[in-house]
């Protein structure tokens, strides 16, 4: 009955896994299309770049900023849709008869190094935009990474434990 219910979770986590991985997709992808819009074409759309933030004075103030902050929120969307797509894949080698395999165990630690590259862009994204926003009286963008440095140390852990378990599995089945 347990293995019922933890595999009825899992499922529900693969399918909120994929709609998350697709909306940050989604997200990375407008951001781009907009910016790119805005600096070859039309400059009426740093008004509206992404779900109501408006850039608009900071395009005025510096191409080169604004082309730096499109950048850095292109690259912290693309690592969390990168990070759920690591997830998908956990999802689709995980057995339940036997979970501990070298591939999740792989895949748990890309996703610790993918957190804590998303953790500390993220930081040093907020100071830049914290000094753009002195600078230019823009919108303070929040970018939702402040927990992924936390995340990263605790995916890592139990990436550490999942290593351990595998090879006690591998030396199991040897013995046998």
Not at 2 to 22: A, D, G, L, Q
Not at 129 to 155: C, H, K, N, R
Request: hydrophobic share 55%; charged share 15%; with cysteine.
């Amino acid at each position: 009955m347990k293995n019922i219910k933890s595999e009825r979770i899992f499922n529900i986590m693969n399918v909120v896994s994929w709609i998350v991985f697709v909306g940050y997709c989604i997200k990375a992808g407008a951001i781009c299309i907009v910016s790119i819009i805005s600096l070859f074409g039309n400059r009426k759309a740093t008004e509206n770049l992404y779900m109501g933030h408006d850039l608009s004075k900071l395009f005025e103030f510096s191409i080169t900023h604004y082309t730096i902050v499109v950048v850095l929120l292109i690259l912290i969307a693309s690592l969390k849709a990168y990070l759920f797509y690591l997830l998908i894949n956990i999802f689709k080698r995980m057995d339940f008869n036997k979970p501990f395999h070298s591939a999740v165990v792989n895949l748990i630690f890309k996703i610790s190094y993918v957190a804590i590259a998303i953790g500390i862009i993220g930081a040093i994204a907020k100071s830049y935009f914290t000094w753009l926003v002195f600078e230019v009286f823009f919108t303070q963008i929040d970018l939702g990474t402040s927990a992924y440095v936390f995340m990263a140390g605790v995916i890592f852990i139990v990436a550490t434990l999942f290593k351990r378990a595998t090879e006690i599995q591998q030396e199991n089945e040897l013995t046998i």
